[in-house]
């Protein structure tokens, strides 16, 4: 015999799915931003925060990417559930995470001390890889979740800002302007995930 969820169940999953959303952004920002100011040697203005997965407490900033991602990845889950778009690039940004966490970016900038940062290992490029594509998913969902979730030009804007602030810290050559303008853009579609998840959280009967 086969039992069927009941409508009150299925809305109750997509919710719960939602709060993840609200929770993966906060908790990532948090995260960086307490080591990023107690870790020896680590400057804001001139390392990015996924070189906090070097050192002797790497695992906390590991942990924290593998954590936010799976988070993003059931958020994407429940946005499926409840409005159907966006939910692919924005599973594609969960896993990006995930593979960036597995796969420890490269130290470097005297980061951790010693760290001269003129070598790129195999792991490196597959944490840049992984943070690439993920990126490229998230802006992508910016714009695809613009009007479901009633925020049209603000999705839109954030999706480019995210996407302008990532090519930036390229661009700059690791100068400061540049690691403050990405993580302006980080902080921007955290905010942004969370705003999405209790939108639609809230439109879920």
């Known amino acids: 015999m086969t039992v069927c969820a009941t409508p009150a169940l299925e809305d109750r999953v ?4 939602l709060g993840y959303g609200v929770l993966a952004g906060p908790l990532y920002v948090t995260v960086s931003l307490a080591q990023a100011y107690t870790r020896d040697g680590f400057d804001p ?3 990015a925060w996924s070189m906090l997965q070097n050192g002797s ?3 906390i900033q590991t942990t924290n990417l593998i954590l936010s991602g799976l988070m993003v990845v059931a958020a994407a889950v429940g946005v499926r559930r409840a409005v159907g778009r966006g939910a692919v690039p924005l599973g594609i940004y969960g896993v990006g995470m995930i593979v960036a ?5 490269d130290p470097g900038a005297g980061f951790p001390a010693g760290s001269a940062g003129d070598t790129v290992s195999w792991h ?4 840049l890889g992984a943070a690439g594509v993920g990126f490229v998913g998230l802006a992508i969902a910016c714009f695809l979740l613009a009007r479901p979730v009633g925020m049209p030009l603000l999705s839109r804007l954030v999706g ?4 302008g602030s990532f090519l930036a810290m390229n661009a700059s050559g690791g100068a400061p302007w540049g690691i403050l303008t990405f993580t302006a853009g980080v902080l921007a579609v955290s905010a942004w995930l969370a705003a999405v998840s209790v939108r639609l959280y809230r439109s879920v009967a």
């Open 14 to 17: 997509t919710r719960s799915l």
């Open 160 to 163: 480019v800002f995210f996407v």
């Open 57 to 59: 407490l790497g695992w």
């Open 101 to 105: 966490g597995l796969f420890r970016a």
């Open 45 to 47: 203005t001139r390392h």
């Open 124 to 127: 490196g490029l597959v944490h």
